[in-house]
């Protein structure tokens, strides 16, 4: 059969719509998590990132909260714009392990 | 980010040839990294290297084989391409002190 991998989750909004990402993390000793976004053709850029002893953080139309009871983190997007579109990966690391495991993905598509 | 450069940027070779990715940046980083991208998959690690003296295996080192040549470069090398090395590969950075990486624009390598 097909490939789990094959398939990114999905989410669609309306242009100028609010949109929410979710990720479900691995390890509850993870302390600091990164969102990226990346653009068809391009590398990952960095968007957010939050430690675990906050629970919300602010950028500039962006939202990212972490609730580490249920290893949950969600990347919020105010007021969606085309060039939203893109796939959007968590990633999340552990203090000293200096490195980033990274999420699956999914693909954010604004509707015009 | 224009601060990591990948060469080449698309590259089709042969099964059983000797390829090898190179990747150059001027943040001043000390932290550099190789991953691969399937599609619809996140990134998996190759190998790492946190100074020149220092390379680290990732998950899926097989077949791949790094050299850090200086602080500003990092280059990944198949020492003989298979079909299923096909994929993206990213370079990345990241600064001694904070875990964020930022990225490459990528090469695209296909093994016919």
């Known amino acids: 059969g097909e490939s789990v991998g094959l398939h990114l989750p999905t989410l669609s909004v309306q242009e100028g719509d609010n949109s929410i990402i979710n990720c479900a993390y691995s390890?509850?000793?993870?302390?600091?998590f990164i969102w990226y976004k990346q653009e068809s053709g391009k590398g990952p850029q960095f968007i957010i990132d939050i430690r675990s002893n906050m629970d919300k953080r602010q950028g500039q139309r962006v939202t990212v909260l972490l609730n580490k009871t249920v290893k949950h983190l969600s990347l919020q997007i105010a007021a969606t714009q085309p060039g939203d579109s893109a796939v959007y990966f968590c990633?999340?690391?552990?203090?000293?392990?200096?490195?980033?495991?990274f999420g699956q993905g999914t693909r954010l598509t604004i509707n015009p | 980010d224009a601060d990591v450069t990948q060469t080449p940027r698309n590259r089709i070779t042969k099964t059983g040839k000797r390829i090898m990715l190179e990747c150059s940046q001027t943040?001043?980083?000390?932290?550099m990294y190789w991953y691969r991208q399937d599609p619809g998959l996140g990134l998996r690690l190759i190998y790492y290297?946190?100074?020149?003296?220092?390379?680290n295996k990732g998950e899926i080192s097989d077949g791949y084989s790094v050299s850090r040549q200086a602080q500003a470069k990092f280059s990944l090398s198949l020492e003989s391409a298979i079909p299923n090395q096909t994929a993206l590969y990213f370079c990345?950075?990241?600064?001694?002190?904070?875990?964020?990486?930022?990225f490459g624009p990528g090469t695209r390598l296909t093994v016919l």
């Open positions: 943040k001043g980083h000390d932290r």
């Open positions: 990633a999340e690391s552990m203090e000293g392990a200096q490195k980033l495991v």
């Open positions: 390890n509850s000793a993870s302390d600091y």
């Open positions: 290297s946190f100074d020149v003296k220092d390379i």
């Open positions: 990345a950075t990241s600064d001694f002190f904070v875990d964020t990486q930022y």
